[in-house]
């Protein structure tokens, strides 16, 4: 069965600073992965996806992750936080098997001015 | 491209009524997938559609239930609302399935 672990509900960084968002997975088959972004009420966008290929995945606003197999992770960086990017984000999991997506409990970004 | 729509944006629903809600997919999307959005439980899969066949189903009751037309439109339903069902619902439509998922803005239900 497939999972998704975000660790840290809340994180807090100042503007200018490195965002780190932490995701690992579990899955049973090589799974795709994918970043997503909320506003407030709004539905989810994307920020980046990993299918196959180069490990470490470039996305929008500045966003990226690396895929690492041996580790089961797939964490979000962005080398200078901006006030704009304060949302939640979700991690989330979709096996190649059976196409069944699944998401991570989310992490809040607050960025201080 | 237009992105993916749903209809309504807000409902308010008293416990016992029913509800049908709509999404339509990005053109060309032939899969939709929906999910629950709340506070407590986080993002949870509901049910996968593609060329109106659900193929994938969430752990909700039967009260949760959907269907997908040839045009790739779908609605979902739930009867016998209960409080319990107050949600964001949201709909995700792809090309294909396992495809990369596009969200819409989704319905916000309320259940008095």
């Known amino acids: 069965a497939q999972s998704v672990t975000q660790l840290g509900s809340h994180v807090s960084v100042s503007e200018g600073a490195l965002v780190l968002l932490r995701c690992n997975y579990s899955s049973s088959v090589p799974p795709y992965l994918f970043w997503y972004v909320q506003y407030p009420n709004q539905g989810l966008q994307l920020l980046l996806k990993?299918?196959?290929?180069?490990?470490l995945v470039k996305g929008i606003n500045g966003f990226e992750a690396e895929f690492k197999k041996s580790e089961t992770s797939f964490h979000l960086t962005k080398p200078s936080a901006h006030m704009s990017d304060a949302a939640e984000y979700f991690c989330?999991?979709?096996?190649?098997?059976?196409?069944?997506?699944?998401f991570g409990a989310g992490t809040r970004l607050f960025v201080k001015a | 491209k237009a992105g993916v729509t749903q209809t309504p944006r807000y409902l308010i629903k008293t416990r016992g009524q029913q509800v049908t809600l709509s999404c339509s997919p990005i053109?060309?999307?032939?899969?939709v997938s929906w999910y629950q959005q709340t506070p407590g439980q986080g993002l949870q899969f509901l049910f996968e559609?593609?060329?109106?066949?659900?193929?994938n189903k969430g752990n909700f009751p039967g009260r949760f239930s959907g269907r997908q037309f040839s045009n790739s439109r779908s609605e979902m339903n739930v009867s016998t609302l209960e409080l319990g069902d107050s949600a964001l619902y949201l709909c995700a439509s792809s090309f294909t399935r396992g495809d990369t998922q596009y969200f819409g803005p989704g319905t916000r239900l309320t259940v008095l």
């Open positions: 559609y593609f060329s109106e066949t659900q193929r």
């Open positions: 990993y299918t196959t290929g180069a490990t």
């Open positions: 989330a999991v979709t096996s190649t098997g059976g196409f069944k997506t699944i």
């Open positions: 053109s060309g999307h032939r899969s």
